[in-house]
C-alpha cells in the first residue's frame, strides 16, 4: 500500500531532474544541495587561504598588494564562517535530523528550501563581488567606522558585504527556527527529549543561539547600512557616534556563532565515538546540560574580544570569570568522550581517526583559549597570530575535523556509497600533519609578536621561518582536502550497494536504507530508549532515558501533526511497539509537492540587496531603487503564491 | 600488513614528524625584536611570568588528555575479525562530578592571579610619571609631550626606569598601540582617552606596531621607542625644543627649503615645521625629521637614499598612503628637498 501510494505521488510530479532539484522541498535533497554547495565554497574559501600563505611565505613579499590581501584574508574568514562551516552544519541537520528524530520531513519543507535557496544567491551576492574587482576588505569583523563610513572605505566593498550578510541571516533564522519547530515538534513516539541523540540535541541548542544572536549582527549591520547610505552617525565618532557599539552588536553574535560553530560538530562527535566503540555515550545527560550550559553562558561572555578596548578592569573582569567558566562545561565533554572510548570495541575507521584526532586538537584550542581568558595574558595574545592559531585549532581542529568525520560516517547513508577508506585514511593523515604544521608554528609567532592581518612583513623580524614552515603546512593541507574530493567522486562513480546500516549504527537513520527512500519510514518508529536502533537490534538491559508515559506531553504525542501521529494515550513503551505495529496499516504517507516559491523568494530577496549594491555604485546607482523595488514585488508575489499554493493534493488531503 | 599494524605504524609516524616542528620551536621562538618572551618593561615582564605558570599547566592537561586519548585508541582497538560488543556503559556520576571539579579548580587557580594583575596593570602611576599623547592615523604615529612642548612622529623617546602614563587617540579610526617587548595592547579609539600606563626597564630601541586592522596599510603602520637614559632623554627634549633652523647656510638645502615652502608644492598643506608657513596638521611634523631612525610610518629607515625613494613615489613605497604629491618631483628637487629635510635635525 505503501508503495502504491508512493508511486502515485511521484508520477504525479514526474518532472525533469534539473526541475526536480530547484523545486524540491524533500529535507533529504535539500541536504545534499547544502552538503556540495558549502563543500564547493570550502574550495573557495580553502583557495583564499593559501594565497594568504604565499604573500606571507617569505617577508617584504609582493605577491598580492595590500588591497588584494585585505579583501583575501576578509573573504577566507567570511566564506569559512557563514559559506563553508555553518552551511555544512545545516547539510547535516538537513538531512540526518528528521532521520534520527523519526520523521518524514521537516516542519515546514518549504521553508526549508528558501533557506537554501537565499543562502546560495546570498553567497553568490557575496562572491560576486571579486568579479567587480570590489571584494569586502573589513575582515569578517568589520569593524566600525573603518567600514561605516564612505570616507574611509568608499568602494562597494563593504556594501557587498552587508547585502550578502543580510540576505544570508534570513536565510539562517528561517533554518533555524524550522529546526527548533521541527525537534520540538515532529519527534517519533517514544522519542522523549532525554532520548534524543546528542546531534540532534546540539543542533536544538544551535538554533535557539542562531534565533537569540543573529538578531544582533542583523541589527548591527542595518546600522551600518544605515550609516553608509543614509548619514546616520550611529559609529561616526566626529558626529557623536560610537564605533565601538558595532563591537558589542557584532560580537553578542560574534561570540555565539562560535558556539553555533562548534556545538553541532560536537553533536557529531558524540555519534560517531559510540558507533565506532559500540559503547553508548559515557554520561549523555552531563554532555546535553554541558551544550545547554556552554550555550548560556555563551551571550555573556562577548566582550572577551574586546579585552584591549580599554572597558576598564571591572567590566573586563565580569567577562574574565564568564569565559573561564565556559571552559568547565567544555572540559566535561572532553573527559566525556574520553569514557565512551575506555572499554569500547573501538573500530578504526577513517571516521573514527578524524573524530579522535577532533579530541586532541580541540583539546590545544580550548587550552588556548583558557589563556586569552585571563585578561593580562589576552594583552598580548589578542591580535596576534596566537589567536590566529587558537581558532584554527578551534574552527579547524575541531569543527571541520568533525565534519570530515560526520562525512566519512553518514556518507554511505546521503549517497549509498561507502567512501574508500584507504584513501580516507591517506587524507586524515596528511590532514592531521598538514594542520598541525600550518598553525601550530602561528603560536610561535604569536609570541614573537607578529600582528594578524599584515600584508607584509620585513625580513628584520625574524618571523621568516615559522612563516615558511605554516606556508609548507597549508600546501599539504590543501592537497590532503583534495583527496577528500577525489575520494567522493571516485565513490559516486561506483553503483550505490551500501547496507542499511555499515557501521553498526546506534540510531534510526541506519533502520532504514541507504539512501533512504523519499518518505524516510514506511511505519513512522516507536522509541523504546536511548540509541534506539540498538536497542531493536540487541535488546536492552534496561531501557535509557524517561519513558514516553512519565513525559506524554514531550513524547512526540501530537494530535496536531497528521504527518506523524502518535502512539496513542499513555501507553508504556511496550504497549507503544504494539501501537506502532498498527500503524502498519497507514498508507497516507503524504509527501509535500514540490514548489518554485522558495526559490523565487530567495531570489527576490537577493535582488533587494543586489539593488542595495547597485544604489552605492557610480555608474548604475539611479537603477538602485528600481531593482530593490523589483526584489520586494518578487518577494510579496512569492509569498502570496507560497500562501495560496495547495499543500494538500486532491485525494491526498 | 593489517590494518592494525598499518595504522599503529602511520600513528607513530604522524607523531614523530610532529616533533621536530615542536622541538625546534622551542630553540628558534625568542629570536625576533618584538618577542615577548624577552620583556624589557615591567608591564610585558608581568605578564610573561603570569603566562609562563598558565603554559606549563596546560601543556600537563593537554598531555593527559592526549595519553589517555592514545591508551584508550590502543588498549581498547578491535582486532580484525573481533566482533565483541562491550559492557553498555552509561556513565558513572561519581566520575563525572569529579572531572566537574577538576577543571573549575585549576580555573579558580588562574583567575586569582589574573584578575590581580589585570587590576594592577591599570593602576595609576605616581606624579612623576611621564605623560605622552600618542595619536593614532592612518597608517602613522603622532607622539606628542605636552610638558615639553614637543611634538614628534613614529619613534617615541621614554626614559629607563620612569613610568609612563599613554594617553591614546585617534584621528580617524580604531587603532590598537602595541609594543610587544614593554607592554600590552591598548586600543585607540576615536574619542575614548584611553590610557596605557608602564615602566620601560630597559635601555634600547623597542620596534612597536599598529594591532587593530585600520585599513589598505595596517601593516605598515609601525614606530619604535627609544628607551633612554635620563640625561640621553633630556638631551633629546632640548634638541627637539628648537626651532627648525631659518635659512640653512648649504645652497642645496636653502633650495630644498624654498621648493618645501612654495604653496603649489602642497608640502604645508600637511606637514608642519615649526617656525615656518608650513603649519599642516594631516602628516608627520617634520620640524625634526632629520633626527629621526625612520619615516613613512616605519616602513623605511631614515636615510638620505630612502628619503629620496620616498619623495621620488610615496605610492610604490607604501601603496594607499595617504601622501599624494600634486605632481611627480624632479630629481634636482628631490635632491633640494632631501637636505633640506635631513638638515631638519
Not at chain 1, 525533469?16 to 535539500?30: P, Q
Not at chain 1, 600582528?451 to 590532503?480: C, E, K
Not at chain 2, 595504522?7 to 609516524?13: A, D, G, I, M
Not at chain 2, 640621553?232 to 627649503?257: K, S, T
Request: glycine share 10%; proline share 7%.
Amino acid at each position: 500500500m505503501v508503495e502504491s501510494a508512493l508511486k502515485l505521488e511521484r508520477a504525479r510530479y514526474e518532472r525533469s531532474a534539473l526541475v526536480e532539484w530547484l523545486t524540491t522541498v524533500d529535507h533529504k535533497k535539500i541536504g545534499i544541495l547544502y552538503f556540495w554547495t558549502s563543500l564547493a565554497f570550502l574550495l573557495i574559501g580553502g583557495l583564499l587561504a593559501l594565497l594568504i600563505r604565499t604573500q606571507l611565505i617569505v617577508p617584504d613579499n609582493t605577491f598580492l598588494g595590500p588591497q588584494a590581501y585585505n579583501e583575501v584574508f576578509t573573504m577566507h574568514g567570511t566564506i569559512m564562517i557563514f559559506l563553508v562551516v555553518m552551511p555544512l552544519n545545516a547539510a547535516f541537520f538537513n538531512f540526518f535530523v528528521p532521520l534520527m528524530i523519526g520523521a518524514r520531513d521537516v516542519a515546514f519543507p518549504r521553508l526549508n528550501a528558501f533557506s537554501y535557496w537565499a543562502f546560495l544567491f546570498g553567497s553568490l551576492l557575496l562572491l560576486s563581488s571579486f568579479l567587480f574587482g570590489a571584494a569586502p576588505d573589513g575582515g569578517w569583523f568589520g569593524y566600525a567606522n573603518l567600514t561605516s563610513s564612505r570616507l574611509y572605505s568608499p568602494g562597494l566593498n563593504i556594501d557587498f558585504w552587508v547585502m550578502g550578510l543580510q540576505v544570508l541571516g534570513v536565510a539562517t533564522l528561517a533554518s533555524a527556527l524550522n529546526f527548533f519547530v521541527t525537534i520540538v515538534n515532529m519527534r517519533a513516539p517514544g522519542m522523549s527529549l532525554m532520548r534524543m541523540p546528542v546531534f540532534v540535541w546540539m543542533t536544538l541548542v544551535t538554533a535557539v543561539l542562531i534565533l537569540l544572536a543573529f538578531p544582533s549582527l542583523t541589527v548591527g549591520l542595518v546600522m551600518i547600512m544605515f550609516d553608509r547610505y543614509f548619514g546616520t552617525n550611529f559609529f561616526n565618532p566626529a558626529a557623536g557616534g560610537d564605533p565601538v557599539i558595532w563591537q558589542h552588536l557584532f560580537w553578542i553574535f560574534g561570540h555565539p556563532e562560535v558556539y553555533i560553530l562548534i556545538l553541532p560538530p560536537m553533536g557529531m562527535i558524540s555519534e560517531i565515538l559510540p558507533t565506532f566503540s559500540r559503547k553508548p555515550l559515557f554520561g549523555y545527560t552531563f554532555v546535553v546540560f554541558a551544550g545547554i550550559v556552554i550555550a548560556f553562558l555563551s551571550f555573556g561572555v562577548w566582550a572577551h574580544h574586546m579585552f584591549a578596548v580599554g572597558l576598564g578592569p571591572v567590566p573586563n573582569a565580569v567577562f574574565a570569570t564568564t569565559t573561564m567558566l565556559i571552559a568547565i562545561p567544555t572540559g566535561v565533554k572532553i573527559f566525556n568522550w574520553l569514557g565512551t572510548l575506555w572499554g569500547g570495541a573501538i573500530e578504526m575507521k577513517t571516521a573514527l581517526l578524524f573524530a579522535a584526532s577532533f579530541i586532541a586538537m580541540f583539546t590545544i584550542g580550548g587550552i588556548s583559549g583558557v589563556m586569552h581568558a585571563s585578561v593580562p595574558i589576552d594583552y598580548w595574545q589578542t591580535d596576534s597570530y596566537f589567536v590566529v592559531a587558537h581558532f584554527h585549532y578551534v574552527l579547524f581542529g575541531g569543527s571541520l575535523l568533525a565534519i570530515f568525520a560526520a562525512i566519512y560516517y553518514w556518507f554511505p547513508k546521503m549517497f549509498g556509497r561507502m567512501l574508500d577508506e584507504r584513501l580516507g585514511k591517506l587524507h586524515f593523515w596528511l590532514t592531521l600533519i598538514g594542520f598541525n604544521l600550518t598553525f601550530f608554528p602561528m603560536h610561535f609567532l604569536g609570541v614573537d609578536g607578529m600582528p594578524r592581518r599584515i600584508y607584509m612583513y620585513s625580513a628584520g623580524m625574524g618571523w621568516d621561518l615559522w612563516n615558511l614552515v605554516a606556508s609548507i603546512g597549508a600546501y599539504l593541507l590543501g592537497a590532503s582536502t583534495l583527496l577528500l574530493f577525489v575520494n567522493m567522486l571516485k565513490t559516486l562513480r561506483k553503483p550505490a550497494d551500501a547496507p542499511a546500516d555499515p557501521w553498526d549504527g546506534r540510531t534510526l537513520e541506519w533502520s532504514i536504507p541507504s539512501p533512504p527512500p523519499a518518505h524516510n519510514f514506511d511505519v513512522v518508529p516507536v522509541v523504546r530508549g536511548r540509541d534506539a536502533f540498538w536497542i531493536e537490534k540487541y535488546g536492552a538491559e534496561e531501557v535509557i532515558g524517561p519513558a514516553p508515559e512519565r513525559h506524554g506531553a514531550e513524547a512526540g504525542h501530537n494530535p496536531q501533526n497528521p504527518h506523524n501521529p502518535g502512539p496513542g494515550e499513555g501507553a508504556g513503551h511496550d504497549q507503544a511497539a504494539s501501537h506502532g505495529a498498527e500503524h502498519h496499516g497507514d498508507s497516507r504517507i503524504h509527501l509535500p509537492p514540490p514548489s518554485w516559491f522558495p526559490l523565487t523568494t530567495g531570489a527576490g530577496l537577493t535582488l533587494m540587496g543586489i539593488g542595495m549594491v547597485m544604489h552605492a555604485s557610480d555608474t548604475l546607482g539611479s537603477l538602485g531603487f528600481p531593482v530593490v523595488g523589483l526584489g520586494i514585488a518578487m518577494v510579496v508575489v512569492s509569498l502570496l503564491g507560497w500562501t495560496f499554493e495547495p499543500i494538500h493534493e486532491e485525494g491526498h488531503a | 600488513m593489517t590494518k592494525g599494524r598499518l595504522w599503529k605504524r602511520s600513528l607513530v609516524v604522524g607523531l614523530l614528524s610532529l616533533l621536530p616542528t615542536i622541538a625546534s620551536g622551542c630553540a628558534v621562538i625568542g629570536g625576533s625584536p618584538q618577542s615577548v618572551n624577552r620583556p624589557a618593561g615591567d608591564s610585558m615582564r608581568k605578564i610573561w611570568d603570569l603566562f609562563v605558570p598558565i603554559f606549563w599547566l596546560s601543556v600537563l592537561v593537554f598531555v593527559l588528555v592526549t595519553a589517555i586519548l592514545l591508551f584508550a585508541l590502543w588498549r581498547f582497538r578491535r582486532r580484525p575479525g573481533e566482533d565483541r560488543r562491550p559492557e553498555q556503559l552509561h556513565g558513572n556520576t561519581r566520575l563525572e562530578i569529579a572531572w566537574t571539579m577538576v577543571p573549575a579548580i585549576i580555573l579558580a587557580i588562574i583567575a586569582v592571579p589574573t584578575l590581580s594583575l589585570m587590576f594592577e596593570l591599570d593602576r595609576e602611576p605616581g606624579p612623576d610619571a611621564l605623560t605622552v599623547r600618542v595619536i593614532g592615523h592612518q597608517w602613522w604615529w603622532e607622539f606628542q609631550y605636552p610638558e615639553y612642548n614637543v611634538v614628534t612622529a613614529n619613534e617615541l623617546h621614554l626614559v629607563v626606569d620612569r613610568p609612563v602614563r599613554l594617553e591614546l587617540d585617534s584621528v580617524d579610526v580604531i587603532h590598537s598601540f602595541w609594543i610587544p617587548r614593554l607592554s600590552g595592547k591598548r586600543d585607540v579609539i576615536p574619542n575614548w582617552d584611553n590610557v596605557l600606563i608602564f615602566t620601560p626597564e630597559e635601555v634600547g630601541i623597542f620596534p612597536g606596531q599598529c594591532a587593530e586592522f585600520c585599513g589598505i596599510q595596517h601593516a605598515n603602520m609601525k614606530f619604535r621607542v627609544v628607551v633612554q637614559t635620563q640625561d640621553e632623554f633630556d638631551a633629546w627634549i632640548r634638541q627637539q625644543q628648537q626651532p627648525a633652523a631659518e635659512a640653512p647656510a648649504d645652497p642645496l638645502a636653502a633650495r630644498g627649503r624654498e621648493i618645501f615652502l612654495t604653496p603649489a608644492n602642497a608640502c604645508i598643506g600637511c606637514h608642519t615645521v615649526a617656525g615656518t608657513q608650513a603649519q599642516g596638521k594631516v602628516g608627520p611634523d617634520l620640524t625634526h625629521v632629520g633626527s629621526r631612525g625612520i619615516i613613512a610610518g616605519g616602513v623605511l629607515e631614515n636615510t638620505p637614499e630612502n628619503l629620496a625613494r620616498w619623495l621620488r613615489n610615496p605610492q610604490a613605497v607604501k601603496p594607499g598612503n595617504k601622501m599624494i604629491l600634486p605632481r611627480q618631483l624632479t630629481d634636482e628637487e628631490i635632491e633640494a628637498l632631501v637636505a633640506y629635510l635631513m638638515s631638519l635635525q
